[in-house]
């Protein structure tokens, strides 16, 4: 059996002893064990690390792998106060569309008593209709689609990620619906061209999402190259490691083109930025973790990025 000091990441501080382990026990184990005595650091909490500066250890490996005798040291950080990832997406995704709709009612609040009877161009409907169905998709896909790899995330990032979904929408919701909207510039053919560019986006991009799901079994971590389907819109995976993110620029790029507004082409830029951001991270942990993943995808942009 095994005696292993838990200290504090970035001091060295002691935070407890554990007793009972043996090599072949996993850090999942180790956590458990650290919650037991440390009723506050649950789990999901907790980053167990194998030196003071080091990097986060996955739950699976073992303290024989890690070189760990008895007496040997691990360092925990405390991860703060976890929320759920489904409850993250819920509350992300609930708000815009509720935001958006507000503004849709025109409120005598926000516009004044005489916008409500104001007449709406066709594209104003339309482009309500596509930003609920947009959101009613990803509420969809979190209850029903996705398998996180993390069970939570650091509560605070949920303040975070409202702000910035709820904030655009108030700002992009604004503007459309405002009795002044002014309605495309090449009439018909730019409404209706966007909406069929958006749709097929919106469609490759639950694809996708559809794909991801099926590569990771349930209640597991399980990681794998994904690959085209017989969907054709999953042939994106032979140029891009993140297709999913080019379908949502894509949809968005498409809903500005019909919309003809200049807020919803900056919340385009905007998540064009951050989700190329993970692309390139996750093309990396790609070609990190697989020696047979093919070197001529790109991350998001194919051929490009």
């Given at each position: 059996?095994?005696?292993?000091?838990?200290?504090?990441?970035?001091?060295?501080?002691?935070?407890?002893?554990?007793?009972?382990?043996?090599?072949?026990?996993?850090?999942?184990?180790?956590?458990?064990?650290?919650?037991?005595?440390?009723?506050?650091?649950?789990?999901?909490?907790?980053?167990?690390?194998?030196?003071?500066?080091?990097?986060?250890?996955?739950?699976?490996?073992?303290?024989?792998?890690?070189?760990l005798?008895?007496?040997?040291?691990?360092?925990?950080?405390?991860l703060g106060p976890q929320i759920s990832w489904t409850l993250v997406f819920l509350s992300?995704?609930?708000?815009?569309?509720?935001?958006?709709?507000?503004?849709?009612?025109?409120?005598?609040?926000?516009?004044?008593?005489?916008?409500?009877?104001?007449?709406?161009?066709?594209?104003?409907?339309?482009?309500?209709?596509?930003?609920?169905?947009?959101?009613?998709?990803?509420?969809?896909?979190?209850?029903?689609?996705?398998?996180f790899s993390h069970a939570t995330m650091p509560i605070m990032n949920l303040f975070i990620n409202c702000s910035y979904y709820w904030g655009f929408a108030a700002f992009v919701s604004y503007y459309i619906n405002h009795p002044l909207y002014t309605p495309p510039m090449y009439g018909d053919v730019q409404l209706y061209g966007g909406l069929a560019l958006f749709l097929m986006n919106e469609v490759g991009n639950f694809s996708i999402h559809y794909a991801l799901r099926n590569l990771r079994p349930p209640g597991t971590k399980e990681r794998r190259i994904p690959h085209p389907t017989a969907n054709p819109m999953t042939l994106a995976f032979a140029f891009v490691s993140c297709p999913n993110y080019m379908y949502e620029v894509g949809a968005w790029l498409s809903f500005t083109i019909m919309s003809q507004c200049?807020?919803?082409?900056?919340?385009?830029?905007?998540?064009?930025?951050?989700?190329?951001?993970?692309?390139?991270?996750?093309?990396?942990n790609y070609k990190k973790e697989f020696s047979s993943y093919p070197r001529s995808r790109k991350s998001i942009i194919p051929f490009v990025i």
């Open positions: 059996m095994l005696c292993i000091q838990v200290l504090r990441a970035g001091t060295g501080k002691p935070v407890t002893k554990l007793s009972g382990l043996n090599k072949s026990s996993t850090i999942s184990e180790v956590k458990k064990k650290i919650y037991t005595q440390k009723g506050k650091l649950y789990p999901e909490r907790q980053s167990i690390r194998s030196s003071i500066k080091g990097k986060n250890i996955k739950d699976d490996e073992t303290l024989d792998h890690l070189g005798d008895n007496g040997g040291e691990l360092y925990l950080k405390d992300e995704y609930a708000g815009p569309l509720f935001v958006y709709l507000l503004f849709y009612m025109r409120p005598a609040i926000i516009y004044g008593t005489q916008a409500a009877y104001k007449p709406m161009h066709q594209a104003v409907h339309i482009a309500a209709a596509c930003w609920t169905f947009h959101y009613a998709k990803r509420l969809f896909e979190t209850v029903f689609i996705h398998r200049l807020p919803a082409g900056l919340f385009t830029l905007a998540g064009f930025y951050q989700m190329t951001m993970w692309a390139l991270g996750k093309h990396r």
